[in-house]
């Protein structure tokens, strides 16, 4: 008669190889399920069918000096996204706008047209700010990047790990800290293309109605010792807003969404 405890043995193992032989097989569950939380916060990020605020930025030096600009945003969907400054006067009129595609365009009254932004060029500045034209641009995470699941002790957090489809991407590698319950990201950090952490952004999710939006978001660059803090205020959902004010030709006449 065989030992109990030979039996129990022999179950574990077999138990175990068929976990390990499941997993071997199939090496996209992670990856799926990566996937999956990924899309799910785009889908967040862009659940209105439109939206529009106010938006104020504060960007502050090494030594806490600050410079204050004042911007209205207006977005459709995930892919259609303009910005306009209004504040201070000599920035007044300066505007980007993000189409599908990966497309995107600056307007400056100085040129006195639009001008279409490079690939190369989204890896530069917005506009003097602690983003760059990259984290700017409507296309979602789960259209650039490739997630996986990395191991984070904090029960409330998923961490993903992002690494870039295409070489023209600016980062090397970007790490979510994504609220497991809402899907919404608590922190990012950023690596460039040496593979370097040099910044990193954190979120302030806020729920108006059926929707979470970031009410405020601040970008803070190590190295420069620099941070530029986003704050969006009289937020407006849904409101039908036409598919006339994402056009290039706009960017120059500055139709609203009125």
């Not at 295409?166 to 950023?190: A, F, G, Q, W």
Request: proline letters at 5%; glycine letters at 4%; charged letters at 25%.
């Amino acid at each position: 008669m065989m030992n109990p405890m030979v039996s129990v043995t022999k179950n574990l193992k077999s138990a175990l190889c068929f976990l390990l032989f499941f997993v071997i097989l199939n090496p996209s569950l992670e990856a799926q399920s990566a996937s999956e939380l990924l899309i799910s916060m785009d889908e967040l990020m862009s659940a209105p069918q439109d939206k529009e605020a106010k938006v104020k930025m504060v960007l502050t030096d090494k030594s806490g000096k600050e410079k204050v600009r004042e911007a209205v945003l207006i977005q459709k969907g995930r892919y259609k996204k303009l910005y306009r400054y209004t504040q201070p006067e000599k920035q007044a009129g300066i505007a980007t706008l993000s189409l599908p595609d990966d497309k995107m365009w600056m307007y400056m009254p100085a040129f006195g047209k639009p001008i279409k932004i490079s690939l190369l060029s989204k890896s530069q500045a917005f506009t003097g700010t602690d983003f760059s034209y990259e984290d700017m641009t409507g296309t979602s995470y789960s259209d650039r990047f490739t997630p996986g699941i990395v191991e984070n002790p904090n029960p409330d957090i998923v961490q993903l790990e992002l690494m870039p489809m295409s070489m023209k991407s600016r980062y090397s590698k970007i790490i979510v800290y994504l609220n497991r319950k809402h899907r919404y990201p608590e922190k990012m950090e950023y690596f460039d293309d040496n593979k370097e952490y040099f910044k990193y952004a954190t979120y302030k999710y806020v729920k108006q109605g059926k929707y979470w939006y970031a009410q405020e978001v601040v970008m803070t660059d190590i190295k420069k010792e620099h941070s530029t803090s986003i704050f969006l205020s009289d937020m407006k959902f849904d409101q039908g807003i036409s598919d006339d004010i994402f056009t290039v030709e706009n960017l120059a006449a500055g139709k609203s969404s009125e």
